[in-house]
């Protein structure tokens, strides 16, 4: 597998129809795919793989901030450009934030493996708007919001 894991057939399922316009862009019609499945083609994890990259990057793609609070008070905010990513966090304990901030620089080709990889620990998607406002928290000392 590439940069990303295979979906899930939790997920697959999720993205039937994607999938079937996926098969159809390589012209493979449902009769074959069901003929691949029952003879165990070798094709099938290629195609399965081919797909969930493709997924992946189309998924990525279209986050530029994520927010994971992976305890409570504890909150992490990422916003990514495209060769860049920049972070803030916020630990609020006992009434008092403290808060940091930090960034890195990548290639291009690395930031939908950067924002995967915060997906899979429990990061979600969040706005920009929403990035701002806790870097406009973390600017002004504020304690951040539940």
Same mark, same amino acid.
């Given at each position: 597998?590439g940069?990303?894991?295979?979906l899930?057939?939790?997920?697959?399922?999720a993205?039937?129809?994607?999938?079937?316009?996926?098969?159809?862009?390589?012209?493979? =019609?449902?009769?074959?795919?069901?003929k691949?499945?029952?003879?165990? $083609?070798?094709e099938? @994890?290629?195609? *399965?793989?081919?797909?969930?990259?493709q997924?992946?990057?189309?998924?990525?793609?279209?986050?530029?901030c994520?927010e994971?609070?992976p305890?409570?008070?504890?909150?992490?905010l990422?916003?990514?450009?495209?060769l860049?990513?920049?972070?803030?966090?916020?630990?609020?304990?006992?009434?008092v934030? =403290?808060?940091?901030?930090?960034?890195?620089?990548?290639?291009?080709? $690395?930031?939908?493996? @950067?924002?995967? *990889?915060?997906?899979?620990?429990?990061?979600?998607?969040?706005?920009?708007?929403r990035f701002k406002?806790?870097?406009?928290?973390?600017?002004?000392?504020?304690n951040?919001?539940?």
């Amino acid at each position: 597998m590439g940069k990303y894991r295979r979906l899930t057939r939790e997920e697959l399922h999720a993205v039937e129809a994607e999938f079937v316009r996926y098969l159809a862009s390589e012209s493979i =019609t449902s009769d074959d795919w069901e003929k691949k499945l029952s003879t165990d $083609a070798p094709e099938v @994890e290629g195609c *399965l793989d081919a797909f969930s990259e493709q997924f992946w990057d189309g998924a990525t793609g279209a986050i530029d901030c994520l927010e994971h609070q992976p305890t409570p008070g504890d909150l992490w905010l990422f916003h990514f450009t495209e060769l860049t990513a920049h972070v803030i966090h916020c630990v609020h304990e006992d009434g008092v934030a =403290t808060w940091s901030q930090g960034g890195k620089q990548y290639e291009a080709e $690395a930031r939908g493996r @950067e924002i995967f *990889l915060l997906l899979e620990q429990g990061a979600k998607p969040c706005d920009e708007d929403r990035f701002k406002a806790v870097q406009a928290e973390m600017v002004a000392g504020i304690n951040v919001p539940d």
